[in-house]
């Protein structure tokens, strides 16, 4: 059986766990940096790259402040995000506001704090103007309809909440030249967890046409191009690393080819391809359970993370000091909801487990901790930030029931 590895040793897991109970995350700070670094370094031909990371992959002061060291902004969507980054120094035109359905308060707030606000909607224009006033700067975010992008993730661009039409492009352009705004930018994001570089290029190449079309309709250059985010990660054991470069090469000869302005700076907002190959549940084995199948029942549960039961996502399972121990048994690895989709696994085979096991769950680090709840009263757990030299950090206490009845009133 296929395994992946973790950047910490037995003794290291066990040593923290001594005075930290499972379940808790644990993020490699070494794997994050050289993520953005690799990114970075493969769009270094870009007039301007910046890589906004996407703050609800993973929602913490400590990995951002890490980010910005390498150089990365912060694509926000919600007031709290744009405070976080706030909190760490990130500011200016270093954040980009890409939200929807989008409250008078986080325009206020972005537009005080000088980011860059991307609008899901023509409407918003005056909305913004109302509210908070019209900023230097102006994008749209633009949804690609009737081509073929998307996936099960993201879904059909045709029938998603976000972004707006080719048509619904150019009378937003319009209004907003009309009213004065001097710089402009272009976004879209159709694509979630791909792990096909042709389809970024494609959807490169779509963007950069109709940005051709629009600066010259209207006679202006784009300050910028954001190409969303969406890069994949292989939870699967088996597979291979995204192509960071072929997406390079493939972006920057659709960028020569059709948009032919040097001037006009490349965005993106990669989250997931930081941070989630880099963050790791670890849980403990409380019972094994034999029905009509066998279960593994954990410390943690889906309120710790539910990608399984939500995307009926997977996550690699690997059994602290069992790695090399043949998968000879079949299991449902479960938390203790009451509710029959809280299983991280189905059918998965592992090596014998017991109760007292540990169990770590791979690629965590993105769309993990940030979708927590407190559905049966379950709590948050705990974040911990492994840094270069292998000592750990904790980066956010667990929850307790006090944080839980904090918001009762008498």
Same mark, same amino acid.
């Given at each position: 059986?296929?395994?992946?590895?973790?950047?910490?040793?037995?003794?290291?897991?066990?040593?923290?766990?001594?005075?930290?109970?499972?379940?808790?995350?644990?993020?490699?700070?070494?794997?994050?940096?050289?993520?953005?670094?690799?990114?970075?370094?493969?769009?270094?031909? #870009?007039?301007?790259?910046?890589?906004?990371?996407?703050?609800?992959?993973?929602?913490?002061?400590?990995?951002?402040?890490?980010?910005?060291?390498?150089?990365?902004?912060?694509?926000?969507?919600?007031?709290?995000?744009?405070?976080?980054?706030?909190?760490?120094?990130?500011?200016?035109?270093?954040?980009?506001?890409?939200?929807?359905?989008?409250?008078?308060?986080?325009?206020?707030?972005?537009?005080?704090?000088?980011?860059?606000?991307?609008?899901?909607?023509?409407?918003?224009?005056?909305?913004?103007?109302?509210?908070?006033?019209?900023?230097?700067?102006?994008?749209?975010?633009?949804?690609?309809?009737?081509?073929?992008?998307?996936?099960?993730?993201?879904?059909?661009?045709?029938?998603?909440?976000?972004?707006?039409?080719?048509?619904?492009?150019?009378?937003?352009?319009?209004?907003?030249?009309?009213?004065?705004?001097?710089?402009?930018?272009?976004?879209?994001?159709?694509?979630?967890?791909?792990?096909?570089?042709?389809?970024?290029?494609?959807? #490169?190449?779509?963007?950069?046409?109709? #940005?051709?079309?629009?600066?010259?309709?209207?006679?202006?250059?784009?300050?910028?191009?954001?190409?969303?985010?969406?890069?994949?990660?292989?939870?699967?054991?088996?597979?291979?690393?995204?192509?960071?470069?072929?997406?390079?090469?493939?972006?920057?000869?659709?960028?020569?080819?059709?948009?032919?302005?040097?001037?006009?700076?490349?965005?993106?907002?990669?989250?997931?391809?930081?941070?989630?190959?880099?963050?790791?549940?670890?849980?403990?084995?409380?019972?094994?359970?034999?029905?009509?199948?066998?279960?593994?029942?954990?410390?943690?549960?889906?309120?710790?993370?539910?990608?399984?039961?939500?995307?009926?996502?997977?996550?690699?399972?690997?059994?602290?000091?069992?790695?090399?121990?043949?998968?000879?048994?079949?299991?449902?690895?479960?938390?203790?909801?009451?509710?029959?989709?809280?299983?991280?696994?189905?059918?998965?085979?592992?090596?014998?487990?017991?109760?007292?096991?540990?169990?770590?769950?791979?690629?965590?680090? #993105?769309?993990?901790?940030?979708?927590?709840?407190?559905?049966?009263?379950?709590?948050?757990?705990?974040?911990?930030?492994?840094?270069?030299?292998?000592?750990?950090?904790?980066?956010?206490?667990?929850?307790?029931?006090?944080?839980?009845?904090?918001?009762?009133?008498?």
């Amino acid at each position: 059986m296929s395994q992946k590895s973790v950047p910490f040793t037995a003794e290291q897991l066990k040593e923290l766990m001594r005075d930290n109970p499972t379940p808790f995350y644990i993020y490699d700070e070494q794997g994050i940096r050289d993520a953005a670094r690799r990114l970075i370094s493969a769009f270094s031909w #870009a007039p301007g790259f910046k890589e906004y990371f996407a703050v609800k992959a993973l929602p913490n002061p400590h990995v951002l402040s890490v980010l910005k060291e390498e150089g990365c902004g912060a694509d926000c969507s919600s007031l709290p995000e744009l405070m976080l980054a706030e909190r760490v120094g990130i500011s200016g035109e270093n954040i980009m506001l890409s939200s929807n359905d989008t409250p008078a308060e986080e325009f206020v707030k972005a537009k005080a704090m000088g980011a860059i606000i991307n609008l899901d909607d023509v409407n918003h224009l005056e909305y913004l103007e109302k509210h908070a006033g019209l900023p230097e700067i102006i994008s749209f975010r633009y949804s690609p309809g009737q081509q073929q992008y998307g996936n099960d993730i993201i879904g059909n661009p045709k029938e998603s909440k976000f972004g707006i039409t080719r048509e619904q492009l150019l009378e937003g352009y319009k209004r907003a030249k009309e009213k004065g705004v001097k710089r402009f930018g272009l976004h879209s994001m159709p694509i979630s967890n791909e792990l096909n570089p042709k389809y970024f290029i494609e959807a #490169a190449h779509e963007l950069f046409s109709h #940005a051709r079309e629009i600066q010259e309709h209207f006679g202006f250059t784009f300050e910028f191009i954001n190409l969303g985010g969406g890069i994949g990660i292989h939870y699967k054991p088996d597979g291979k690393e995204f192509d960071i470069e072929a997406l390079s090469q493939g972006v920057r000869k659709m960028y020569d080819e059709v948009l032919g302005t040097p001037s006009t700076k490349i965005f993106m907002e990669c989250g997931r391809y930081i941070t989630g190959p880099h963050g790791y549940l670890v849980s403990t084995v409380r019972h094994v359970k034999e029905s009509y199948k066998q279960y593994v029942g954990l410390d943690a549960c889906m309120a710790n993370l539910m990608r399984p039961a939500m995307y009926g996502a997977y996550h690699h399972i690997t059994v602290l000091g069992k790695e090399n121990a043949p998968a000879n048994e079949v299991y449902d690895v479960v938390g203790s909801l009451c509710e029959n989709n809280d299983k991280f696994a189905i059918d998965r085979h592992l090596p014998t487990i017991e109760q007292g096991d540990i169990l770590i769950m791979h690629d965590a680090g #993105a769309h993990a901790h940030t979708m927590g709840f407190n559905y049966n009263g379950k709590l948050r757990s705990a974040e911990f930030l492994m840094r270069p030299d292998k000592t750990f950090r904790m980066i956010r206490r667990a929850e307790t029931v006090d944080d839980l009845f904090a918001t009762l009133v008498d």
